[in-house]
Structures are given as structure tokens and as C-alpha cells.
């Protein structure tokens, strides 16, 4: 019985241990990896724009950039109560109106307690030629003040304006500018729901880039895996210099991708690029600027470079498998009559299987998330004929700084590559975990 | 299967070994080529008969490529220590403590590494931004570790698992506690798989191109590949510069190859072939 009891209070000790090592880089993955992907996620609902500073950040409800009203709102003030100092009786009428409402309005706006705490806060830093704390510049407002608001601000520009045109006012660009200023201070909430991806995929240009995407990925996989299977054969065998081989081997690997792309450029390039003579040379482009500036050749020449770069390491993880396949096999077959071809298709295929799903499992998904052999190499281009979607995505959002449709585009790359996963992990198995198979980069 | 290797093997393999290496020794040869020799008639000559390198001293002189070089060593440097630091406590657990939910939690891993970059990058971006990171070590080290962490675990739980039983039975008779053991016994017969990990972890943060290029965008703060992709300007791309600074980058690389080729290769296929 204690000895019992003393068994679970082990085994206890160990799970808790278990779980005080493991948390630290859980919560570490949670925090840099899960979490960020749930709030790509998130900013793809919003039209969330960098260079638009009513959109830069996400406002679920409607809210009033108290930096902006303050800065129009006391100057429309006086003007307006120097206007009708001058104006004649008729217009004084409208003028005292138009003060009365945008009056009202302020009161409302200050109604609210934190609001007009916060209001006091901006117009003091304001008058003191200080910028604002981002936290109290942006306060919260019902969408029913909000309405109110945009809709007096409406009635009061209209109203100037016609004033403007009857030439009643003595200044009246100051007057009309001042209340036109106040239209961009209420910032809707920017939730758009689905519309990015709505709008993305009825969008020809991301179809293209989900095309190139997967012809990239797939002629360059399977072109790495029949090379690769071929090398891998013919290198399984006892020779002078494997450790020269496998250097080699490892070389194009280990170099950064964009560095390797840059050389691959410089091999490339129309006038003075060794392989693209070559290549002009033996017929295999038309003229040597073909090669990266042609649609076709420069998919061609992408995959080329991809091709360069990872059959090696292909050749490798293929090797690996084949060196744990017993010769004994081998030889029984032979004994029996069998021929190469036959030996090949019953004993290496069969037994390298779950190697080879392996290792297209991660060149797969490594080719599918490519970006900076093509960024570097082509930039997408000529005429976005070599723009894989990840290289679209960030182009949306750091170039047009649209981060919520560039988001929209991340979480459709994510979930394809959830998509391929799992047909893979279909194909493999309970294999991938229980055997620990890895086959990383 | 025939294991001998005959003549016409090896001119194969002569011819596969310069294949791969065609590009590295086409861009060593420009790299010491004058300038005029890049363009024009003599751009396909081999060799050149003045060879200079001016290229080698344009690069430190007009780049600020030390400056890169040294902050690649650092960010990288630092993102190995700590998430190695970190994952072998979390691989010492999955390998071989006894709890719930231990598949789960490698799956998880796993999972996390097949994580596209482009998903993680606006919230990450926007993350360093709010907090001043961009243009700092620390601004790549947090994001790095998104691959790191993972790819240090699920290397290290391959390593640990490899290391016999026996041993930690033969502690615990002994009396020794569970961190004991990990101290005393398997932590110094991991050593090797620690150093492995280490290697691959670095050369993938060395190697990292999309968070670097949108988060250290100041000259001061770039990294090696994107300061290297980044020389060329925007009408004129200074080839002999650029072959220069890649053989730069690459010898290092080639005699850290050629040391450890063993230990990269193990790292590589472990586990991913049946045992």
C-alpha cells in the first residue's frame, strides 16, 4: 500500500516537472507564434491602413479624434462670434444659430465625465504647443453622438457655404475651412467583416498568384525529387571523397536564400550573365534577355535557382533513407532473379516511402511559403508573372500599407498550408510523430 | 546492389560536384575581375588577366558591411543561445518525463514550424513598432524565435530520445531527483545534439530574410542577406561589389561545412528515417 502510494506520488512529481519544463517555450510559442497568426486573423477583418491616420489603428465602435476637434473647433468659435459682431441682422440670425448648435454639440461631448476629462487634458497640451498622448487624444463615442455629430457638422458647412456664396462673410474661406475640419474628426469603426476576402478573391491578381504559387511548388518539388532520388541512388555506395560530396552537398543549402538569389541574378542577367549565354548558347532561351524578362523565363529561371539550391538537401534526407534499407535485401533479390528495376520498385520505393513523404512534406511547404528567392531575384515580376502569393501579401502590406487586405492574404497562405499538412500527415500517418521523423531546414 | 564505385562514377560525380558549384566559382572569379571586365566582350572570359580587389576593399569601404556582418553575429548568436537554453528543458520533457499530453504538445511544435512567415508578420510588426524595437537587436530576436524555438525542440527531442534509458533508471536506484539527473547524466551525453541543434538553429537565423527586411530597415541595424540584397541601387546593380561580399559570406559558411558536415547531416536526416 505505501509503496503504492508512494509510486503515484512519483509519478506525480514527474508529470508536474513534466509540465514547469515544457511551459517556458509553450508560452513562448503561444506568444510569438499562435497568438500573432489569431490576430492576422483579426486585423483581416478591419480596414486597417498604416498611411491613413483615421484607419491606423482598429476601432470596433465609433470614436472622435479629440486632437482634431480641438483644433478647429475653438478657432470656428471665435471666428464666428467675430462674424456676427460684423454681419448684418439676417445673417446674425444664422451665424447665432450655427454657434448655438456647434455649442450644443460641445456640451454633449463633454457631457460624459473621462470624455471631458480627457478634452481638458488635449486642449491644455494643445495650448501649450505640445502633441497629446496617443492614449487620451481618441475618445469613444455612441454611434448616436457620433450621427449627431457628422450630421450638425453637415448642416454647418452647408449653411457657411451658402453664406460664403451670398458673400455675407468677411472671412469666409477661415469660417468654411475651420467647420470643414471638423468632418474628418469622428472616426467610424473600420470593421469590414469578410470584405477582404471577398474582395480578394474575386481578384484576378491573387487567382495569378495562387497559380504561380502552385506551379512553382510543384515543378520545382517534383523536378528536386526525381533529381534528388537519382543522386541519392547513385551516391549510396562506398567512394574516395564523400566528405568532399557532402560538403558540396551542403554549401548551396547553408548559403542565405537571398544571397543565393542574388548570385543566381548575376548569372542570369541579359547582357552580361554567364549562364543565361550559356543557355542562349544551346537553344534553351531565344535571346539571352529573354531569361528575365519573358513570363515564361523568368518562372523558368525561379525554378532553376530553387532547383540549384534544394536538390542537394533532398539528395541528402533521400540518402539518409536509403542507407537504413539492409543490403541482405538486395541480395536475396538478385539471388531470386530479380532485376534492377524490379529491386527498385518492390524494396527501394516501398521502403523509402515514408522518407520521401517526409521530405516532400517540408519541401512542399517551404516552396509554398517561398518569398525571398523571388523577391530578391525577380521582385514578382515582369508583369507579376513570378508573384507567389506571400510575395503579394507583403506587397499589400507594406507597400500599399494596406494591412488589413495584406492580412487577409496571410491567413489564406496559412490556411493552405494547413490544407497541404494535412493531406500529408493523411498520407504519413501516425508516422510523423511517434517515429519523431524530422526533416528540417 | 553493385557498392563499388567505377571510373565512370567518379566523372559523374566530378561532374555533379561542378554543377553545384559552377555559381559560387563563376561569382569568386568576378569578384576579382576590374570593373570593366564585368561588362562587355570580356564579361564571359573566365579568368581575367588583371585580377584586383578593389571589389573586396569597395565593400568595407563604401557599404557599411562590417556593420552587417557584425549585427548577423549578434542577433544570431544571441536567438541560438536563448532558444536552445529554453528548448532543451521542453525537449528533456517531451523525450523523457512521463505526462499528458506530451503528442499533443509536439504536434503542436511541429505545427507552429510549418507557420508561413507572412501569417505572424503585420502583428508582429506592428508589435515591435508600438514598443520602439524596430531598428534593434532585440526587434529580430523576438521574432526569430518563432522558427527557432520550434525547430530547437523537435531537433533536441530527436537527441535526447536517443540516449538510453538505462542510464536515468540506474540514477533514480541511485537516488538521484529527476533535475539531478538531467544535470548529472543526460545533459553531458547531449552535448553533441545540443551542438548540432545550435549549428542548424544559427545558420537559419543567419539566414532569415522577411523580418529583417521589414523590421531593421536602417542601414545601422540590417542584417547580412538583406543588406546584401540591398546593395543593388535603383538603376545600376554593382555586380563586382555583390560577388565580392557573397564570397565573404561564403567562406565562412564553406570551412563551418566542411568542420561539422558530420553533425549537419546528422541534424538534418535525424529521425527522418526509421532507426
Redesign the interface.
Known amino acids: 500500500m505505501k509503496k503504492e502510494a508512494s509510486m503515484r506520488n512519483e ?1 506525480r ?3 508536474i ?3 514547469s ?2 511551459a ?3 508560452l ?2 503561444l506568444a ?6 489569431i ?2 486573423f483579426y ?1 483581416s477583418l478591419f480596414d486597417y491602413r498604416l498611411n491613413d491616420p483615421t484607419k491606423s489603428s482598429i476601432h470596433l465602435n465609433y470614436s472622435l479624434d479629440l486632437e482634431g476637434y480641438l483644433q478647429n473647433y475653438p478657432f470656428l468659435k471665435s471666428a464666428l462670434k467675430r462674424e456676427i459682431a460684423t454681419a448684418s441682422e439676417k445673417t446674425k440670425a444664422t451665424l447665432s444659430d450655427v454657434e448655438q448648435k456647434l455649442g450644443k454639440m460641445d456640451e454633449t461631448i463633454r457631457a460624459d465625465k473621462e470624455v471631458g476629462n480627457k478634452y481638458e487634458q488635449v486642449d491644455e497640451a494643445l495650448n501649450n504647443f505640445e502633441s497629446p498622448n496617443e492614449d487620451i487624444k481618441i475618445v469613444e463615442l455612441n454611434e448616436q453622438a457620433a450621427n449627431q455629430f457628422t450630421n450638425t457638422v453637415k448642416d454647418v458647412v452647408k449653411t457657411l457655404e451658402q453664406l460664403r456664396e451670398a458673400g455675407e462673410l468677411k472671412q469666409p474661406d477661415k469660417v468654411v475651412g475651420l467647420a470643414q475640419g471638423l468632418k474628418g474628426v469622428i472616426i467610424e469603426p473600420n470593421f469590414v467583416g469578410l470584405k477582404h476576402y471577398k474582395e480578394s478573391l474575386s481578384d484576378v491578381r491573387l487567382w495569378k498568384a495562387l497559380w504561380n504559387t502552385t506551379l512553382f511548388t510543384i515543378v520545382s518539388v517534383a523536378v528536386e525529387l526525381v533529381l534528388g532520388l537519382g ?1 541519392a541512388l ?8 564523400r ?10 543549402w ?14 542570369y ?1 541579359g ?2 550573365g ?2 543565361a ?1 550559356y543557355f542562349a548558347d544551346i537553344g534553351l532561351v531565344h535571346r539571352m534577355g529573354d531569361l528575365l524578362t519573358t513570363e515564361m523565363g523568368a518562372m523558368f529561371s525561379v525554378i532553376f535557382a530553387d532547383v ?1 539550391k534544394t536538390t ?2 533532398m539528395a ?2 533521400l540518402l ?2 536509403l ?2 534499407i539492409p ?1 541482405s535485401l ?1 541480395e536475396a533479390a538478385s539471388i531470386d532473379g530479380a532485376t534492377k528495376w524490379q ?1 527498385f520498385t518492390k524494396i527501394t520505393l516501398p521502403l523509402l516511402k ?2 520521401i513523404l ?2 516532400l512534406l517540408f519541401r512542399t ?1 517551404d516552396a ?2 517561398v ?2 528567392l523571388i ?2 531575384l525577380t521582385g514578382g515580376g515582369p508583369a507579376n508573372s513570378t508573384e507567389t502569393i ?1 510575395i503579394l ?2 506587397k499589400v ?2 507597400s500599399q500599407t494596406n ?1 488589413g487586405g ?2 487577409a ?3 489564406i ?2 490556411l493552405c ?1 494547413a490544407i497541404i ?1 494535412i493531406i500529408y500527415i493523411k498520407l504519413l500517418g501516425a508516422d ?2 511517434s ?7 | ?5 567505377g571510373p565512370l ?2 566523372v ?2 566530378a561532374a ?2 561542378f554543377f ?2 559552377f ?2 566559382l ?2 569568386l572569379l ?1 569578384s576579382v575581375k576590374p570593373l570593366s571586365e ?3 566582350d570580356k ?2 572570359d573566365w579568368f581575367t588577366s588583371h585580377p584586383t580587389v578593389k571589389s573586396y576593399v569597395s565593400v568595407f569601404v563604401n557599404y557599411p558591411f562590417l556593420r552587417y556582418l557584425w549585427n548577423s553575429t549578434v542577433v544570431a548568436t544571441i536567438t541560438t543561445v536563448y532558444t536552445v537554453f ?2 532543451a ?2 525537449a ?3 523525450a523523457r ?4 499530453g ?2 499533443v ?20 510588426y ?2 515591435v513598432k508600438k514598443f520602439g524595437l524596430t531598428n534593434s537587436y532585440l526587434g529580430l530576436i ?2 526569430y ?2 522558427f527557432a ?3 530547437s ?3 533536441l ?2 537527441f535526447f ?1 536517443k540516449i538510453p534509458f538505462d542510464l536515468e533508471e540506474a540514477a533514480k536506484m541511485d537516488g538521484a531527483t ?2 539531478q539527473t538531467y544535470f548529472k547524466v543526460i545533459l553531458p551525453l547531449a552535448v553533441p545534439g545540443v551542438f548540432t541543434t545550435s549549428i ?1 538553429v544559427f ?2 537565423a ?2 532569415e ?2 523580418f529583417s ?2 523590421i531593421n530597415t536602417a542601414e545601422k541595424f540590417k542584417t ?3 543588406g ?2 540591398m ?2 541601387g535603383q538603376y545600376t ?1 554593382p ?1 563586382g561589389e ?2 565580392a561580399a ?1 564570397v565573404i ?2 567562406i565562412p ?2 570551412i ?3 568542420l561539422f ?1 558530420r553533425r ?2 546528422s ?9
Open positions: 509519478k512529481a514527474e508529470r516537472l513534466g509540465y519544463l515544457v517556458p517555450a509553450l513562448l510559442i510569438v507564434a499562435i497568438w500573432p497568426v490576430q492576422s486585423y543522386i547513385l551516391i549510396n555506395k562506398a567512394f574516395f571523397g566528405g568532399l560530396v557532402r560538403a558540396t552537398i551542403l554549401i548551396p547553408a548559403i542565405p536564400t537571398a544571397v543565393s538569389a542574388l548570385m543566381w541574378k548575376f548569372l542577367d547582357q552580361n554567364i549562364v549565354k540549384w542537394p538537401y541528402l534526407l539518409a533513407g542507407q537504413t543490403s538486395y529491386q515514408s522518407s517526409v521530405a511547404l509554398f511559403r518569398f525571398d523577391y530578391v506571400s501579401a507583403y502590406m507594406f494591412f495584406g492580412s492574404l496571410a491567413v497562405v496559412f498550408v499538412s510523423l510523430l517515429d519523431s521523423a524530422s526533416a528540417k531546414k | 546492389m553493385q557498392k563499388k564505385a562514377f567518379y559523374f560525380l555533379f560536384v553545384v558549384m555559381p559560387f563563376w561569382i568576378s564585368l561588362f562587355g564579361a564571359f529554453v528548448a528543458f521542453a528533456y520533457a517531451i518525463l512521463e505526462f499528458k506530451k503528442a504538445i509536439l504536434g503542436l511544435v511541429l505545427a507552429v514550424s510549418m507557420f508561413p512567415q507572412i501569417a505572424t508578420i503585420s502583428p508582429i506592428m508589435f523576438i521574432p524565435t518563432t524555438l520550434p525547430l525542440i523537435w531537433l527531442v530527436t530520445r529527476p533535475m542548424l545558420i537559419a543567419w539566414n530574410f522577411l527586411l521589414t547580412v542577406p538583406v546584401i540584397a546593395f543593388q546593380i555586380w555583390i560577388s557573397t559570406v561564403t559558411l564553406v563551418m561545412v566542411l558536415q549537419i547531416v541534424g538534418l536526416t535525424s529521425g527522418s528515417v526509421k532507426e
